[in-house]
């Protein structure tokens, strides 16, 4: 018996060429998705926009399952190619949920809500795909339901905590800064990282509250290990692309910081490639608010977003993070160190300071301080660790290591808020400057003082998983 195919087609990237083009670039991109969509049907088929950027096409009269997917195959191929709007080249794409009539359902509307879930699951997985619906779609979405009752439930719960990755210096292995990680913890067994949750809280509406509370609590714990007389540092926290659309939030971030007394020179801000160019029209008056207040904006995943290296020119921001996608294979792959060598020279040239993340091994650390990385994160440094632990390792001024694990052989001191400021001017020009009464530091190794013998600094336990947010103020 013959059976009928129904595709739900939702465009990729429509809201950037909207925001960045202009809504009559968009209109006309509509029009010209349902042309090619209109050339890839046969006389018989029947194509329609739904609504929005989202398209449904109806198959009939198909013979199987691999019929309907050669034909979504051709839709996503033909959308593949860029547009020629009005002169402009515009890059769109699409994802494809594909339904067969054969599947149990009780009406048409059934059949459009699984091709639905299929599109959303295509999305979630890799834009630019096909996804046949399954009956196991219907516990996936499920799921999905149970978790964001539970998410707009979690801050009511005090569950929402936050975990800290030390960033250091690559040479010394000195701690000269944190990344804020916020975790859920959702139960006593399960801890779930940002990236699981986070999308989720954008599509809720509820990202703007979460985002305030894990600023609020990052630089409140900031404060209050400067009260401890620990050395200080700055700690980095993630903005999403939904905060940047708000034209009022430097003016939150600036409450946030008088509430909780914290100076602004130890915040940093940061943000992807992907979140700056979904803001193209606000992201750059944004940008330059936040940083005349004192407080540094760094590039996150540099390379691995839309890698047009025009905004570099546009944007006011002071460091560049290298994803751990170049960094992993530096040492083992020639492009990968090209093109790793080539961003932190580009970066130095433009003035601004180089953290690359992901380092695992040392060898990835040799190779980056010969090219002369400013600064590594990753899991050779530290895994990201609770408030208390990174306190401790606050207290030793650097990551416990073996000795000559990064080249350095001397004793670790503290720095003072000076010492810090001297350090970072001698990476970036444009820091702050020391308190006048004291005088910069021309060579960086009078930090450290001949040991009498091998330094020997103990690895930390891991320490217990608090079930609430930690604001550390006392051993």
Known sequence: MPLFALMFLDLDRFKIVNDSMGHLVGDQLLIAVAGRLRNCARPNDIVARFGGDEFVILLERIHDKDEAMRAGSRILGALSTPFDINGNEVISGGSLGLVLSDEPAANVQDLLRFADMAMYQAKSQRKGTLEVYHQGLNDSVTRACTLQNDLARAMLRNQLLLYFQPVVCTGSGRILGA????????SSHELVSAGDFVPMAEEMGIIDEIGDWVLRNACNQNLAWQRLGLPPVRVAVNLSARQLQHKDFP??????LQETGLDPRWLELELTETALMNNLDQAPAILSQIVSQGIRVSIDDFGTGYSSLNYLRHFDFQTLKIDRSFVSDITTDPKAAAITKGVITMAHNLRL???AEGV????????????NCDQVQGYLASRPVPPLQLQELLRGGSIPHSPGQFGWHGSLEPLTSNQFLNLERALDPHAPAPHPTHPALTDLSLLATPPAGPARLPLLPHSPRPHQPLIITGR
């Open 360 to 371: 695992e091994r040392s060898d990835q650390r040799r190779f980056l301080a010969a090219e």
């Open 353 to 355: 300071s180089v953290i």
């Open 179 to 186: 990344e804020a990680l916020l975790r859920w913890n959702r």
């Open 251 to 256: 003016h939150r971030v600036a409450a946030i």
